[in-house]
C-alpha cells in the first residue's frame, strides 16, 4: 500500500514540477515510449488540422504510474491559453463510473441492495410500469430499467439547471418505454435516479458526497461535481459547429442530471481514477472499492454466461483485439472524452476534445494508445495508425450524386472538393476522405464506412449501388 502511495505522489510531484518546465507537456514520456509518444502526438496533430479541433488533453497510464501526459492547442482560444494535462474539462458520461463507484461502496457496507426495488430507498418514485414489475438499481446502472433516456425536467436541453429531486420527481410523469430487465435503453435519468438513492441514503448533497467519499479518496484532487471558483478558473472553451462551418462556444449550464453528466476533471485526474482501476480499486487515499467489487462491475449485466460485451455496473465492456477493454465515453456540450483500461494488461488511457460530438476521433486516439503500450509490452513493432489524405482534385465532382434504390439510397454531395456521404435511412453526414484508391468516412461524426467507386457505381461497405437520377423531394405535407 505505501509503495502504491509513494509511486503515485511521485507522479503528481512530477507532473507539478513539468507544467511549469516543458510547456503542454505534463508528464514526459516514460523510457522507452519516446517513439510511441511521437508517433501518437503527430497523429493527434493531424486530427487537430483535419477536423479543426481546439484542443486535446491525452494521459497515458501503465499499472501505478501516469507514463505520458499532455495537452495540445489552446484550451482557451480567446485568451490564447494552451492546453495541458491540468486542463479542466467537462467530462460527461463518464461522470456515471463515480455515481456508481458510490453505490458499490454503499452496497459493499449494506447499506444498499442492487436487486431491491429502488422504492426502498424513493418511496416517491413512480414512472408508469404497465409492466409491474420493480425497477433496481441494478437495471438502472446497467441501463435495463426501461426508463426514458431524458427526463421532462433537468434533461440535457433544460438550462435552468434544476435540483436533482426535481430533475428525478419529474419522472413520475413517464412511462417505462420496456419492462424493467428486458432490454438496453441506455438513460441519463437512470443514473440521476441513482445519484438521488446516493443522496437520500447519505442525507447530503449529491456531489460533495460523491467528491468526499470517491474522488478524493481516488486522487482525484481537480475534480467536482460542482463549477466551483476553482474549476471555472482552469475550465476549458469548449466549441459547437455547424454542417455549414460556423463555430461558437458551448453553453455552459449544469445538467439536472448531474450523476450522469456534469463532472469537471482533468486527464491527470482520469489517470489517477485508471491507475486504481488497474490496482484493485485502491486510490491515492487508500482503498476505494474491493476488488471483488470491481470484477462485479466488469460483468456484463443481463447477458449470456460468458458474455465478453455490454454494460456492466456503470461500466461499458468490450474487446480491443482481442483484450478485454472497459470504460466509458463522454459528450457533453462542446467536449468529447474516452477513458478506457485493459485491466488484464495492466494499461489505460484518457482523452478529452473541446469539440462536440468528437467522440469517434477521441475513441480512435484511445485505441491507437492502447495498441501502441500493447505493442510495447510484448516486445512488437509499434502498430501502424490508420490515416487518410484529401480527395485528388475533381473526385468529389465525379462521383456527386444519387445511389441505389430504396432505403438503401446514399446520396454523395460535392462541396467543393470535399464530398459527403448521407444515408436516406437517417444518420449523420458524414466527409470522405482517401486512402489509396478507396474513400474513407473520416469525420468527427464517424470512421470506417467505406466506398469504393465504379463506373455509373459505387460500392458502399462492399455492396454495389447503382446511380439513379437525382428527384426532387416530395411535397411538404398541409399541415
Given at each position: 500500500m505505501q509503495r502504491h502511495t509513494t509511486v503515485a505522489v511521485g507522479t503528481w510531484l512530477i507532473a507539478a514540477w513539468?507544467?511549469?518546465?516543458?510547456?503542454?507537456?505534463?508528464?514526459?514520456?516514460?523510457?522507452?515510449?519516446?517513439?510511441?509518444?511521437?508517433?501518437?502526438?503527430?497523429f493527434i496533430r493531424e486530427e487537430m488540422k483535419v477536423h479543426g479541433l481546439p484542443a486535446v488533453s491525452i494521459a497515458l497510464v501503465e499499472g501505478k504510474q501516469i507514463v505520458w501526459a499532455r495537452g495540445f492547442g489552446l484550451a482557451r482560444p480567446n485568451e490564447g491559453i494552451g492546453a495541458t494535462a491540468e486542463t479542466v474539462y467537462r467530462v460527461g458520461s463518464v461522470s456515471k463510473l463515480f455515481t456508481d463507484l458510490a453505490v458499490m461502496q454503499l452496497v459493499e457496507r449494506g447499506k444498499l441492495d442492487l436487486d431491491a426495488p429502488v422504492t426502498k430507498y424513493l418511496p416517491d418514485f413512480a414512472p408508469r410500469n404497465p409492466s409491474g414489475a420493480e425497477i433496481t438499481l441494478r437495471q438502472l446502472m446497467a441501463h435495463h430499467s426501461g426508463l426514458v433516456r431524458e427526463s421532462p425536467v433537468g434533461h440535457y436541453f433544460d438550462a435552468t439547471s434544476p435540483t436533482l429531486e426535481a430533475t428525478v420527481r419529474s419522472l413520475n410523469s413517464t412511462g417505462l418505454i420496456h419492462a424493467p430487465g428486458a432490454k438496453t435503453k441506455y438513460s441519463n435519468a437512470a443514473i440521476a435516479t441513482v445519484g438521488r438513492v446516493v443522496e437520500t441514503v447519505k442525507g447530503e448533497p449529491f456531489g460533495s458526497y460523491v467528491k468526499r467519499a470517491v474522488l478524493t479518496p481516488l486522487g482525484?484532487?481537480?475534480?467536482?461535481?460542482?463549477?466551483?471558483?476553482?474549476?471555472?478558473?482552469?475550465?476549458?472553451?469548449?466549441?459547437?459547429?455547424?454542417?455549414?462551418?460556423?463555430?461558437?462556444?458551448?453553453?455552459?449550464?449544469?445538467?439536472?442530471?448531474?450523476?450522469?453528466?456534469?463532472?469537471?476533471?482533468?486527464?491527470?485526474?482520469?489517470?489517477?481514477?485508471?491507475?486504481?482501476?488497474?490496482?484493485?480499486?485502491?486510490?491515492?487515499?487508500?482503498?476505494?472499492?474491493?476488488?471483488?467489487?470491481?470484477?462485479?462491475?466488469?460483468?456484463?449485466?443481463?447477458?449470456?454466461?460468458?458474455?465478453?460485451?455490454?454494460?456492466?455496473?456503470?461500466?461499458?465492456?468490450?474487446?480491443?483485439?482481442?483484450?478485454?477493454r472497459v470504460g466509458h465515453n463522454g459528450a457533453v456540450y462542446g467536449f468529447a472524452t474516452e477513458v478506457a483500461a485493459l485491466?488484464?494488461?495492466?494499461?489505460?488511457?484518457?482523452?478529452?476534445?473541446?469539440?462536440?460530438?468528437?467522440?469517434?476521433?477521441?475513441?480512435?486516439?484511445?485505441?491507437?494508445?492502447?495498441r501502441m503500450l500493447l505493442a510495447l509490452k510484448a516486445g512488437k513493432p509499434l502498430p501502424t495508425i490508420e490515416t487518410t489524405t484529401p480527395l485528388a482534385p475533381g473526385l468529389a465532382r465525379r462521383l456527386d450524386g444519387r445511389y441505389g434504390e430504396g432505403d438503401?439510397?446514399?446520396?454523395?454531395?460535392?462541396?467543393?472538393?470535399?464530398l459527403f456521404l448521407t444515408r436516406a435511412s437517417g444518420g449523420f453526414r458524414l466527409g470522405l476522405r482517401a486512402e489509396g484508391d478507396v474513400l474513407v468516412a473520416d469525420d468527427i461524426n464517424g470512421?470506417?464506412?467505406?466506398?469504393?467507386?465504379?463506373?455509373?457505381?459505387?460500392?458502399?461497405?462492399?455492396?454495389?449501388?447503382?446511380?439513379?437520377?437525382d428527384r426532387m423531394p416530395d411535397p411538404p405535407p398541409s399541415r
Open positions: 513539468t507544467a511549469t518546465s516543458s510547456g503542454q507537456e505534463v508528464v514526459p514520456p516514460r523510457a522507452g515510449l519516446e517513439e510511441a509518444a511521437g508517433r501518437l502526438d503527430a482525484m484532487k481537480a475534480s467536482d461535481f460542482e463549477a466551483t471558483t476553482e474549476i471555472a478558473k482552469r475550465l476549458a472553451v469548449g466549441q459547437m459547429w455547424t454542417y455549414d462551418g460556423r463555430t461558437f462556444d458551448a453553453p455552459t449550464f449544469a445538467l439536472g442530471t448531474a450523476p450522469a453528466g456534469n463532472l469537471y476533471s482533468t486527464v491527470l485526474d482520469l489517470g489517477q481514477f485508471l491507475i486504481a482501476l488497474l490496482d484493485e480499486g485502491r486510490g491515492l487515499g487508500g482503498p476505494v472499492v474491493k476488488p471483488e467489487t470491481l470484477k462485479a462491475m466488469w460483468t456484463p449485466q443481463f447477458a449470456e454466461k460468458g458474455a465478453t460485451r455490454g454494460f456492466g455496473l456503470g461500466f461499458n465492456i468490450g474487446t480491443l483485439d482481442d483484450r478485454r485491466p488484464d494488461d495492466g494499461l489505460g488511457v484518457a482523452v478529452v476534445i473541446t469539440k462536440d460530438c468528437a467522440n469517434t476521433i477521441a475513441g480512435r486516439i484511445g485505441d491507437a494508445a492502447l438503401a439510397v446514399v446520396e454523395l454531395a460535392a462541396r467543393g472538393d470535399s470512421f470506417g464506412t467505406r466506398v469504393v467507386p465504379g463506373e455509373g457505381s459505387i460500392k458502399l461497405d462492399g455492396k454495389e449501388l447503382k446511380r439513379v437520377a
